[in-house]
């Protein structure tokens, strides 16, 4: 039938996309600013949708295949490529899903930074020699190369939270990043985008706060290989799913390693 919604599971999922859900890190000049700093404004978006069955943990794979086979969702998803977006040119057919771990509710994880010899007392980020980046300094070693004397400042499955990679996304950035003196517009930005993304309840009995959302790093392939988030695999282009199971609604937060838009 004809724009019937279809997807090869026993529980199928329907999307509607929500366009006037804002996201405050994509309106508020200091963010935008930051992020255009960083080579990531206008490579960088974040989409609502709602769906209309309940949402396991476990159903991740197929939730993530109906999502990118949903008409609805296909007619308004866009991807970077050459500079442009562009909708997806063919059905997918496949998709790789990571649940990753999401139960931080505080900045905490971060503090090991702090006195670890990465900083300076002022919150300065410690230059250091590098053979490759003439510009170079401890924090950037220490996400990214294993070697680091500093790699494991911050532990293993710490590093696999949510927070932390959001962290080391924005610290990276886009291909002409300018990157920050001190780590206080890293933490920040950090924290304002989590909180953005992230729903989170308060037990009444204990008033505890605890995450509620479940977040999938996603990618997509169709007939030719990975179409999305995009062709090529490359740690600053990535997708996550965002799901709320209690508001039915999943956000995509989507960026594409690139040169950014130097224009607010």
């Given amino acids: ?5 279809i997807c090869a599971f026993e529980q199928s999922f329907s999307f509607s996309p929500l366009p006037s859900k804002r996201f405050s890190f994509l309106q508020g000049k200091d963010t935008l600013a930051l992020l255009m700093k960083w080579s990531m404004l206008g490579r960088i978006s974040a989409q609502t949708f709602s769906f209309d069955q309940s949402f396991y943990p476990y159903s991740s794979e197929k939730f993530a295949l109906c999502f990118f086979r949903d008409p609805d969702v296909v007619s308004s998803l866009r991807k970077m490529e ?5 909708p997806l040119e063919r059905p997918v057919v496949s998709v790789d899903v990571e649940v990753v771990p999401c139960t931080k509710v505080s900045m905490e994880l ?3 930074i702090y006195s670890c010899g990465v900083l300076r007392p002022s919150g300065h980020v410690v230059k250091c020699f590098h053979d490759v980046h003439p510009d170079y300094d401890e924090l950037r070693q220490m996400l990214q190369e294993e070697d680091s004397e500093h790699y494991y400042v911050i532990e293993r499955a710490e590093q696999g939270e949510f927070l932390f990679r959001l962290f080391k996304h924005l610290c990276l950035g ?12 890293y933490i920040n930005t950090t924290k304002h985008i989590y909180k953005d993304l992230i729903s989170v309840q308060k037990d009444p009995e204990t008033k505890k706060i605890s995450v509620v959302s479940t977040v999938l790093k996603v990618s997509a392939h169709d007939e030719s290989g990975q179409c999305y988030p995009g062709r090529r695999e490359e740690e600053q282009t990535f997708a996550y799913m965002i799901v709320d199971p209690f508001k039915r609604h999943v956000t995509l937060f ?3 390693y690139g040169v950014g838009n130097f224009m607010l």
């Fill in 110 to 112: 971060f503090d090991p």
């Fill in 254 to 256: 989507y960026h594409s």
């Fill in 82 to 86: 050459t500079g442009a977006w562009v």
């Fill in 174 to 185: 886009g291909e002409l990043c300018q990157y920050e003196d001190t780590i206080d517009p």
């Fill in 1 to 5: 039938m004809a724009g019937e919604k």
